[in-house]
């Protein structure tokens, strides 16, 4: 059973940066692709950001030219970068393996960790 555990989240003002990990424990971390998603409050979760297992990437619009995802296979660890911070990135942000050698596939959520924009 696959563990995610998502950290690095918190307050910050607009304009501000974060960094988030997510450390993955039960798979060979390398095969998969790994996204990031988030939630806002009344919203549905949605695509942020994915990372191939041969480290090609995608970005939401709302996102491109902010945020930059990362993987660390070593450390079975995928990142998110996020620069320019507004108050509509606001949400619970969650990562998940999207992809894995046979195909589309997601594991069980972790708890996520809290982005708050905000002055």
């Known amino acids: 059973q696959v563990q995610l555990v998502e950290s690095g989240g918190g307050l910050v003002q607009p304009g501000g940066s974060l960094r988030l990990s997510c450390a993955a424990s039960?798979?060979?971390?390398?095969?998969?692709?790994m996204a990031w998603y988030r939630q806002a409050p009344g919203k549905q979760r949605e695509l942020v950001a994915s990372i191939t297992s041969g480290y090609s990437t995608n970005y939401v619009d709302s996102v491109k030219g902010r945020f930059t995802i990362s993987r660390d296979n070593a450390r079975s660890t995928v990142y998110l970068q996020m620069d320019s911070l507004k108050p509509e990135d606001t949400a619970v942000y969650y990562c998940?393996?999207?992809?894995?050698?046979?195909?589309?596939?997601?594991?069980?959520w972790g708890q996520g960790t809290q982005v708050t924009v905000s002055s």
């Open positions: 998940n393996a999207d992809r894995g050698p046979t195909g589309p596939i997601s594991w069980s």
């Open positions: 039960g798979r060979i971390f390398r095969l998969y692709g």
